[in-house]
Structures are given as structure tokens and as C-alpha cells.
């Protein structure tokens, strides 16, 4: 007899769940994303504050039975604002000057739950939840060195290259979400 195993469960986060989201985080940074740094990362040091009950912000993790029960197989997140001037070209900071932008971050899947739909759910999760919130435009940022960061984002649906930064210290691709194409995707796969 083969047992069933529940597919994973993507959901908002709970205030119990912010303890293994932030060892999933850190992990993450410590594994693969250059460490952490106060500058790109302190959302993490703070996750009840910046993300429970703080207008316009929405955290997501996507939750996978492991053998002592759901573990964190992701995150993905939604803040308010785009990219951190000090950190882009001038040109792209001044595209959303003035604008109600909404920007999906922290889509970050632990490497043994990669290629199994997570990183999608939790990406059209986000999305979604912006799109709803109104926000206009909806952008986010991968770090193209991520073993197939680079190659999700690009196939994503609605997903519009704005500005490869590359060679910058993070290896950065910036993206918008066109609503309509994503909209329409989102509809034929439900």
C-alpha cells in the first residue's frame, strides 16, 4: 500500500510559523545568497513587526510534509515601494517615483523542495496578493548567479525584464509583473 503524501500548502503566515520561516531565511542567506546584511535583510530581523498586521505587507510560506511533519519548503513576501534606490541606477528608482508599487521578495524555496512546484505556488501567491492590493506596478528583483533564479522569473507568467544589472555585486535582474498576462495565466491554470 503506498501512502499519500499531502502536497505542499502555501498560506499566510502565522505568528507561530515566524520562527522556522526565520531559520529558513537565514538559512537560505548563510547557503546561497552571499550572507546577510543589514542593508538588503533586515526585514528578517523583525519578521512579526514588518510583516503581521503591517498595512500592506504580506508574508507567505509554503509549508511540505518532512518526516517529523510540515517543515518550511519556502517563503515568498509582499512590500510596499520598489527597489532600494542606493542600490539600482537612478533611471529605475525615478520609474517609480510617485507610483503605489508593491514588490514580491523573498521567494526563496529550500533546495530539496526546488522542481516540485513550490517556488510557482508561493510566486503566484505573492503576486497575486498584490495585484489585489493594488499595487501598480508589481516588480521584484533575482539574484541571476541562483541556480535557475534566473530561468523562473524569465518564465513566470506576466514576468517583464525592466533592467539586468548584472555584472553589480548581486548579480540583480529586475522584473515587473504585467497584470493582464499574468491575470490570464493565472485564470487558465485555475
Known sequence: MTLAIAPPVVRAVRP???????RHMRGMLG???GGYDPRLHADIDDLAGTYLGARGTHL???LAEGPDGPAVAGTASVRAGGPKPQFTP???ARRYEGRRI?????VWVDPEHRRSGVGRLLATGAARWALDAGYDPVCLHTNASIPGALAFWSNFPGAVLVHDARPDPWSTVHFEIDPATFTAAADLAA
Do not use: K
Open 16 to 22: 507561530e510559523d515566524l520562527p522556522a520561516v526565520a
Open 31 to 33: 547557503r546561497e545568497l
Open 102 to 106: 508593491g514588490q514580491i521578495c523573498r
Open 60 to 62: 507567505l510560506v509554503c
Open 90 to 92: 537612478t533611471w529605475l
